[in-house]
């Protein structure tokens, strides 16, 4: 925990430092109160002293207190099956502009349940169809969603 | 009008077809995803939102709630039937609920939690109006500086009340109030945080957030590995627990009640919380605290019990005062806005009808649940047969499409899925992902009061100090955050000790 403690205190250091020289482009006050500028200031200091808080913090704690509570980026196998996940649904979001939503959610499921799942191209195929086509059902016709169309008006 | 009368007239409003209907359906949902390991309440009210765009206030957040405590209803099966809690409510109820599942008694286990469920919720809600009624007379005295103070104390209570690490809490609370600020700003109308991008300018949706964080996040970190689930079946006839277990667990019901409603009312400390304290007590007051873990009935009864006391509980300050507890609360509080209602002390005042008719739902929506889960428990554990590879394209697609009808615009999917990303990465570092709905939910609420009260006070920040109650609440909060900073630094000094030596 140690490690991904200190990258989120980085992280938030940096944001905060953004926070602060951007609050510094509005006003700071107007005529009786705080101007447009004043809470994201103080909210980039507060989130700053935070930041170095959990930064010193990290940096202090005994190795012996973090005996198993060491959180494991995902590698390998889980690693590959999240981006796969994130690229197929970048993908769905993309291409439902495109090609419309029925199409790019049969397309996503069927991804999903052949390559990242093993079924069989069958089953993943019959599972799509139904799938895509019952949330198109209910969203376009149950809860006039104004759907992405792509051929055929779909 | 008086208490009852009011009652009377939101169970005229809540009483049509449809209303029920949405008690029913959200009833349904709730159970399903108390269930599922892997979807918290929270994930799926902000699922289920894109379902209820169309409707009226009433009706839609009937569904809401009736999702938020039937989800602690259906949190005890998985507990009990493989030892895996559906939420963090349950997780005291694996303890018990499992061993006597083991034991051949996961009937009267379930029939139990039910039976405690209902109990918890329908006396909590009694209690909830005795509570929020006055409460709600009361903040009528509240200006925008003490509702300013007020949010600022209800945010360092959920921080100090409810996270595991009081400064990644914090962080996370002033991240969400970041992200508040971005769009037109309250003072002067001009764009702030937009950078030209026309999207921008009505600020960040939380729907955005929330379904990033909650549902992409959650289903990241779900997705990752492979869920395999064995129950442990029941048949039908077995679910009626017996008359020495309802007298057993009568004493663990009334104060897991009393427990749970209290917890509850507070900012931050949430189910969860009552649940660890109901069991905590049971034990304690027990003549043979050593069966407790080995399949006590008042070890399920208790927990189960003071978590859905602990729903009805969290109603009060988020009806009466606007101010949400806990990541749920603080979904259903983005909601009522988004419906056009205006949350805050006003609300019982300004909208008797919708509060009263919701009263009305939670005591109806009790008495569903226990149909619905007393008999039909084993027809509800029948979902865990549904593999997760089917459910979480279901649930990436409900996330795409419901952010995309927010504005039938793409942009807000991508942002959706760049907060999906980052939820992925909090939930595995343990930082609470409810501080930064609740800060993005009440930012702007909170500027606009420091503005509002800044203005009438003439500039002067003793504004917040020379009114009572504004003091008061501020009081607290300075207490509370001495409080905490004493315990860090002490702790800080002990370790530091123990490594010179």
């Given at each position: 925990m140690k490690r991904a403690d200190r990258i989120f205190a980085l992280i938030s250091l940096a944001l905060s430092c953004w926070l602060v020289i951007e609050s510094l482009n509005y006003d700071y006050t107007t005529d009786y109160t705080p101007g447009p500028g004043f809470l994201p200031f103080w909210l980039?200091?507060?989130?700053?002293?935070?930041?170095?808080?959990?930064?010193?913090?990290?940096?202090?704690?005994?190795?012996?207190?973090?005996?198993?509570?060491?959180?494991k980026m995902p590698a390998g196998k889980a690693l590959l099956?999240?981006?796969?996940?994130?690229?197929?649904?970048?993908?769905?979001?993309?291409?439902?502009?495109?090609?419309?939503?029925?199409?790019?959610?049969?397309?996503?499921i069927a991804l999903i349940l052949i390559v990242l799942e093993k079924y069989s191209i069958v089953k993943g195929v019959l599972y799509s169809i139904v799938l895509s086509g019952a949330l198109f059902l209910i969203f376009r016709y149950w809860l006039n969603v104004d759907l992405p169309k792509g051929w055929c008006g779909l | 009008m008086d208490i009852?009368?009011?009652?009377?007239?939101?169970?005229?409003?809540?009483?049509?077809?449809?209303?029920?209907?949405?008690?029913?359906?959200?009833?349904?949902?709730?159970?399903?995803?108390?269930?599922?390991?892997?979807?918290?309440?929270?994930?799926?009210?902000?699922?289920?939102?894109p379902f209820t765009f169309g409707m009226d206030a009433t009706p839609a957040?009937?569904?809401?709630?009736?999702?938020?405590?039937?989800?602690?209803?259906?949190?005890?099966?998985?507990?009990?039937?493989?030892?895996?809690?559906?939420?963090?409510?349950?997780?005291?109820?694996?303890?018990?609920?499992?061993?006597?599942?083991?034991?051949?008694?996961?009937?009267?286990?379930?029939?139990?939690?039910?039976?405690?469920?209902?109990?918890?919720?329908?006396?909590?809600?009694?209690?909830?109006?005795?509570?929020?009624?006055?409460?709600?007379?009361?903040?009528?005295?509240?200006?925008?500086?003490?509702?300013?103070?007020?949010?600022?104390?209800?945010?360092?209570?959920?921080?100090?009340?409810?996270?595991?690490?009081?400064?990644?809490?914090?962080?996370?609370?002033?991240?969400?109030?970041?992200?508040?600020?971005?769009?037109?700003?309250?003072?002067?109308?001009?764009p702030r945080f937009v950078y030209g991008v026309p999207e921008l300018m009505d600020g960040i949706n939380f729907v955005v957030v929330v379904m990033g964080v909650f549902g992409i996040g959650e289903v990241l970190v779900s997705a990752e590995e492979f869920m395999k689930m064995d129950s442990?079946?029941?048949?039908?006839?077995?679910?009626?627990?017996?008359?020495?277990?309802?007298?057993?667990?009568?004493?663990?019901?009334?104060?897991?009640?009393?427990?749970?409603?209290?917890?509850?009312?507070?900012?931050?400390?949430?189910?969860?919380?009552?649940?660890?304290?109901?069991?905590?007590?049971?034990?304690?007051?027990?003549?043979?605290?050593?069966?407790?873990?080995?399949?006590?009935?008042?070890?399920?009864?208790?927990?189960?019990?003071?978590?859905?006391?602990?729903c009805s509980g969290a109603m009060a300050p988020l009806l009466a005062l606007g101010i949400p507890g806990s990541g749920a609360t603080a979904v259903m509080l983005g909601a009522l806005m988004m419906y056009g209602l205006k949350p805050g002390p006003m609300l019982f005042h300004t909208s008797p009808d919708?509060?009263?008719?919701?009263?009305?739902?939670?005591?109806?929506?009790?008495?569903?649940?226990?149909?619905?889960?007393?008999?039909?428990?084993?027809?509800?554990?029948l979902s865990l047969r549904v593999s997760y590879s089917i459910l979480y394209p279901i649930i990436i697609l409900i996330c795409v499409i419901g952010v995309y009808s927010l504005s039938t615009n793409v942009f807000d999917v991508w942002v959706m899925l760049l907060f999906g990303v980052a939820g992925y990465f909090m939930k595995k570092y343990d930082i609470s992902g409810a501080p930064l709905i609740i800060g993005l939910?009440?930012?702007?609420?909170?500027?606009?009061?420091?503005?509002?009260?800044?203005?009438?006070?003439?500039?002067r920040i003793s504004v917040f100090v020379t009114r009572p109650i504004s003091a008061v609440l501020l009081g607290i909060a300075l207490v509370m955050t001495i409080a905490v900073c004493f315990k860090t630094v002490k702790m800080m000094r002990t370790q530091i000790g123990e490594e010179e030596r």
């Open positions: 980039g200091i507060c989130l700053c002293l935070l930041s170095l808080f959990l930064l010193f913090d990290s940096i202090r704690r005994r190795d012996a207190k973090e005996e198993g509570k060491e959180v099956r999240l981006g796969l996940i994130l690229l197929i649904t970048a993908g769905l979001v993309f291409f439902m502009m495109k090609i419309g939503f029925v199409l790019a959610a049969f397309v996503f | 009852l009368q009011s009652l009377m007239h939101g169970f005229s409003i809540f009483f049509t077809p449809y209303n029920l209907w949405m008690a029913v359906i959200g009833c349904f949902f709730g159970t399903l995803v108390g269930i599922l390991p892997g979807l918290g309440p929270s994930a799926t009210i902000a699922l289920l939102l957040m009937i569904m809401i709630t009736s999702i938020y405590y039937g989800s602690k209803f259906g949190g005890s099966t998985t507990s009990i039937l493989i030892n895996v809690p559906g939420e963090g409510a349950s997780v005291v109820t694996t303890f018990d609920g499992y061993k006597m599942a083991l034991q051949g008694r996961a009937g009267s286990a379930l029939g139990i939690s039910a039976i405690g469920s209902f109990i918890g919720g329908f006396v909590g809600t009694i209690a909830l109006i005795f509570v929020a009624v006055p409460l709600a007379d009361f903040s009528l005295k509240f200006g925008p500086a003490e509702y300013f103070s007020l949010i600022l104390m209800g945010m360092l209570t959920i921080v100090f009340v409810g996270g595991k690490s009081i400064a990644k809490s914090l962080m996370s609370g002033v991240l969400g109030l970041a992200l508040g600020v971005v769009g037109t700003d309250v003072v002067q109308g001009a442990i079946k029941v048949p039908f006839n077995k679910l009626w627990p017996t008359l020495k277990d309802l007298a057993d667990s009568t004493g663990a019901m009334l104060r897991g009640t009393a427990i749970g409603f209290f917890v509850g009312a507070l900012p931050g400390a949430g189910s969860t919380i009552a649940s660890f304290l109901s069991y905590g007590v049971e034990k304690s007051v027990a003549k043979h605290p050593e069966r407790f873990g080995e399949g006590a009935i008042e070890g399920v009864a208790a927990p189960e019990t003071a978590n859905n006391a602990a919708f509060v009263w008719a919701l009263i009305a739902s939670m005591f109806v929506g009790n008495v569903i649940l226990l149909i619905m889960n007393l008999p039909m428990v084993p027809l509800f554990s939910v009440l930012g702007p609420i909170m500027e606009h009061s420091l503005y509002r009260a800044l203005a009438l006070g003439q500039g």
